[in-house]
């Protein structure tokens, strides 16, 4: 629902650095859904270590995209 992914991004942001992580949204089959993303990162070295934290604490499904 959009108050869990605006929950867990507020989570996010608290642990990690203020308005790093946002909500987005795609439907998909008439369905809404919400991704909370994290970004822009300038370098993959600060990905690495920020996908590391976050599984750590519990964030099992962060992955890294580079546009």
Do not use: C, H, W
């Not at 629902?1 to 949204?25: C, D, E, F, G």
């Not at 934290?53 to 964030?59: A, M, S």
């Amino acid at each position: 629902s959009s108050n869990n992914a605006y929950n867990l991004k507020n989570r996010v942001n608290a642990m990690i650095q203020p308005n790093l992580a946002n909500v987005s949204t795609t439907q998909k089959n008439q369905q809404q859904y919400y991704r909370v993303r994290i970004g822009p990162i300038n370098t993959v070295e600060y990905a690495d270590e920020l996908s590391q934290t976050l599984n750590q604490k519990g964030f099992g499904q962060a992955r890294i995209v580079i546009d």
